[in-house]
C-alpha cells in the first residue's frame, strides 16, 4: 500500500506528464490532469494519514533504484551541460563539469562499498510538505488549464505549447514530493536537480528575450546551488559515512564538539538552500521569473521550488544546531527578511511585491532554523505550510487580474473592486490570510518572534530585524488590501467575466484552503509539526528547552484557548460583515471632495474648466527616495555576500 | 432603549459640530466665525467642535455671496452632512447677497439653495451674534425633535422691505 | 471562568474610563490654551449624538471596516484584562489599525487616502518599538504572558526605564498625539481634513471613537505595568504618561513624516529599546 501511495506522488505526475507530452490535445490535458491531481492529492493525504514510515525501497520494478538514481543522475547532468554549451555559457558547463566530476568521484570511490540507505523515511514535516505539494499544486495545475487557453490566445501561437507545459509541470509536482520523501541524499540531489532544470525550462516558456535572459540567470545560480550540493555530500560521505538523512542526523547529534571538518558539509548545504530559496543575493532569479506566465510563478512561489530550499535546511537543522554557524544562519535570514521587506515598500508591481514578500518570509523561515531550538522549527515549519497556501492563492489571483485588466501595478488595480468583486474578495482574503491573526502566517510569526526571544544569542539584533521588517510588511499589505475593495458605489454585483471555469474553481477552493487550514492550525501544529519536531529533537536529544507544545498558545489547555478567542474573533468579524450588509442603500454618499464631487462611470472626481470631467487621480506613497530597488539592492548584496563569506570562511 | 433615545437626543443639544463655509465672502465673517473658537469666546464649551467636514458635522456656518458656481458646492456640503442638521446663515452678504444683491452672477442668500434654520445679520456680525445664532440653531432642533417650543421665527431677508440693503440687518 | 467574568467586566467598564480619560485630555488641553473647555463628559455627548445620526457612507467596506476596528481593540483589551500573551495583544491590535487603514483606502476620496498613507507610516514607526518593548517584558519575566509580569517582585520600570521612554514614543504615535498627529489631526483640518477617520460618519464614526478610548485604556495598561508592585505607583504612572502625553501633544508642532520615521521612531524610540534590551541581555 505504501509502495503504492508513494508511487502516486512521485512517479505518477512523471508518466502522466510524459503522456501529455506525447499524446498532446485538449481532451487528453483536460481529462488526464484533473484526474491525475486528484490522484496525488489522495495519496499525499493518504500518506499524511498513514504517519511517518520507513519503506527501503531497494528495487523498482526489477530495478536497483540507486544505481536507477545515479544513471539518472549523470543524464540530467550531461543535458544541463549540454544546455550550457546551446546558451554558451561557461559558468554554466565548468560548474555542471566540476558536479559530474564530484558525482564521478562520489559514485566510484566513496559510495562504492557503502552500506544500502534506507530509500524513503519521511516525517511529519516531509509529509506535510507532499501533502501542500500535492493539494495547492495540484490546484495551481488545474488553475493553468483556464489560464493558459486565454495565455495563448493572447500570444496568439500558431502551434499551441500548452502540452510542454504540462508536461513540465507535473514532472516538477513529482520532483518536489520525491525530494521531500527522499532520506537519501543522492537521490534527494536527482530530484533538487529536476527542479532547476523544469524551472529553467518554466521561466523561459514564453521565448521572448527576457524570458531566456531569465530563465538563464535561475539556471546559473540553481547551478551554483547544485554544485555546492554535490560539495556538501562529498563532505558527509567522506566524514561520515553514510548519505542517510537519518544517520547523517544521528551521528552529528552524538558529536559532542563539531568541528570544522563536521561542519563544512552543512555550509554547502545552507549555501545551496539559500540558492534554491532566492535568498539575498540570489534574489535576482526568483524576481526575474515573475517573466514566466502567471501559474509559474505560482508554483515556483509557493509550494515548489523555493521551498526545497528551506526544506532542506529544515531537515539539516539539527546537525549544527547550538553552532555559532548556526547563529550566522539566523542572523542572514533575519537580514533576508528586513531587506527584502523594505524592498517590497517600494515595489507598485504585484508581482514583484509578492516576489519580495516570498523571498522575505523565506529569510524568516532561514531564520528561525538557524535560531535551532525545537520551538522555532514549528514555527519555521507553520510558515512554509501557511505561505504556501497564501502566496499560492494571491499569485494565481494576480494573474487572473491581469489577464482581466491588462496590468499588474496595484495603481491599476483601484476599483477593481467594481469589476471583479469575487476576485478582488478573494485576494483581499489572501492577502489578510498573509499579514493578520489568527490566520496560519501570523501564528507562524508570532511563533518565531517567541522562539526567537527564547534563544539566547544573538536574539537581539535577529528581533530588531524582525520587528522592523514586520512593520514593513503591514505596510505594503494594507495598502494594496484597501486598493482592492475600493469603490465609489455602496455595493458592487459580481458580472460575468473571461474567467474559465477551472480557474475559478481553483481560485475558491484554494481561498477556501487557506481559511480552512488556518482555523486548523492547532491541530496541523498538533498533528504534524509538533510530533515531526519533537521527534527530532527528542530522538537527538538537542537543545529542546524551549519547546512545549502549545506554549505559544499559553500553556496545557492552550489549543482550547485558542479556538475559543478565534471563535469569538470570527463571530465579531460575521457581526461587522452583517452590520454592511444591512446599510440601505439610500446612505450611500459620494466621497467628500470639498462639495464639487461628480461621479461619472463608477470613477469619482470633479468638473474642471469648461465643464469637463476630471476624474481624481490617487496613488500610494513608495518611499523610493528611501527603499527604491536601485537605491539599496546593491547595499543589501553587499551585506548579504558579507554573510555568506563569514558563513563558509568562518569554518575555513 | 427609550433612555438610550431620550440620552442621544439630549447629546445632539451637547455636541454640536460645525462646518464653516464661505461662499465668497470678504473674510470679514469669516475671521468673526473664527475668532469663536478663540480662548476669549471659546465656543468648545458648548461642545462645538471645528470639524472643516460636512461628512461629521451638525450644523453648517455659511457666510459669503451664493453665486451660481458655488450654489453647487453649498448643496452637495450641505447634502453629504448626516441628518439631523441645522444650518446658520451668517452675514449680510449670505443672508440676501449684501450689497452684491441684483448683481448679474449672485444668488440673493444661501436661503434659496438650501433651507436655512437660523439667520445671524451684520457686516460681519459679532462673534456673541454667531453664537447665538448656533445656539440657536440647537433650539431648532430641539423643536424639530419634538423637546421644546421652536425658537422666535428669525427674520427672514424676504420679510424685510427688499429695497432696503441688506448690511441694514446688521449693525451699523 | 473568575477571571473571564472579571475581564468581561473591564472591557464593560473599559470605554467610560476611557471616555473619561479623552475629557480630562480635552479639559486639560484647553485649559493649557487658557479656554474653558467643554465639560468632562462632552466625548460621551458626542459619541452617543454620532449613534443618533443618520448613517451616510461611501462603501459597504467602510461599515466593515468600522466594526473590525472596534471589535479587535476590544478584543486585544480582553486579552489585557485576562493577562494573556502580549504579542496576540499587539497582532489583535494590529487587526484593528489595518482595518481603519483598509476602510480608508477603499473610499476614492484624496483625504482618506493621504491619511490612510500617513496612518501607515504612523504604523511603520510603532509597530517596532512596540515588538521590542515587549520582548523586553519577556526577558524580565521569561514568557510574553501578562499574568507572569505580577509573579516578579519589584517593578518592571527599574529594569527597562529606556523601554519606558521608547514605549512613551510608541504611544505617542499610536495616539496620534502632536508632534505625530500627521494621519487625522483634530488641529490639521485645513490639509487633510480629518485624514484616516475623513469618510468615516455618523454611528461609524462613534464606533471608531468607542475604539480609540480602548487603545487609550489598554495604552495607559500598558504603562501601569512597568510598577505592578502598587496600586498608587500604577495610578502615578499612569497619570504622569496621560499628561506628559498631553502636555506634549500641546507644546509641539507636528512633524514631516520623513522626521517621524527616521529621527523619532528608528533613532530615538528604536535605540531606546535596542540599548535597554543589551543592557538586559547582559545582566
Redesign the interface.
Known sequence: MLNFLVFCCIVLPFIAGLTLYRVPGDATRKILAPATVVVMAMAAIGLGANGPFHLEARNFLGLPLDAAFTFLDFILLVYILFLGWNLRSRLVMGMTVLQLAGLVYLKGVLTNQAAPVTGFAPDGLSLIMVIIISIVGGLITIYSLGYMDIHEEHLRLRASRQPRFFAIIFCFLGAMNGLVLCNNLAWMFFFWEVTTLCSFFLISHDRTETANANAFRALWMNVLGGLAFVSAMLFIQKSLGTLSTEIVLQKMAALDIKSTAMLMPFAFLCLAAFTKSAQVPFESWLCGAMVAPTPVSALLHSATMVKAGTYLLLRMAPAFAGTTMSTIVALFGAFTFVGTCMLAVSQSDAKKILAYSTIANLGLIIACVGINTAASMVAATMIIVYHSVSKGLLFMCVGSIEQRIGSRDIEDMRGLYSAMPRTATITAIGIFTMMLPPFGMLIGKWMAIEAIARATQAMTPILFFIALGSAFTVLFWARWAGILISSANLREYPVRGIHRPTVIFALRTLCGVALLFSFISPLVLKDFVGPSVSGVYARFNLRAEGFIPGANFTGAEGYSWIYLLFALLALGVWFAWRASRRVPEKAHSLPYFSGLAVKRDGKVGFNGPMNVFEPAHLSNCYPTQYFGEEKITRGIDVISTAFLIVLVGGLL | MRFVESMIKKSRLMSPWMIHFDCGSCNGCDIEVLACLTPLYDVERFGVVNTGNPKHADVLLVTGTVNHRNRHVLKQLYEQMPGPKAVVSIGACNLSGGVFKDSYNVLNGAHTVIPVDVFVPGCPPKPEAIIDGVITALGVLKAKMGMGPAPEPALMPGDADAAKPAAAFGES | MLSILGALGGLILAPFAGGLLSGVD?RLT?RL???????LL?P??????L???????????L??SA??YL??SA?SLF?FFMG??L??LF??L??GA?FQ?????????????VG??RE??L???Y???L??VF?GF??CTGS??ISDVFRLDSPLLLKMPLLFLALGYALTIKLRKSPFDISAG?HG??EL??GVQ?????PY?ALIEIGHWLDLVLILGLCALFWHTSGIGMCILVAASLFTEILIDNITARLTWQWMVQKQSLLAG?GFA?VN??WL?VA
Open positions: 480635552r484647553a490654551q487658557s479656554r474653558a473647555g467643554p465639560p462632552q460621551f455627548y458626542d459619541v452617543l449624538k449613534f443618533g445620526k443618520e448613517p451616510k457612507v461611501t462603501n459597504a467596506w461599515v466593515f466594526y473590525v471589535i479587535a478584543f486579552i494573556g500573551d504579542l496576540l497582532f489583535v494590529t487587526i489595518v487603514v483598509v476602510g480608508a483606502i477603499c473610499v476614492p476620496s484624496p483625504y482618506s487616502q490612510a498613507q501607515l507610516l504604523m511603520l514607526a509597530e517596532p518599538i515588538i521590542l520582548v519577556a526577558m510574553f504572558m483634530h483640518h485645513q481634513v480629518r475623513t469618510e468615516y460618519s455618523g464614526l528604536m535596542l534590551l543589551l541581555y
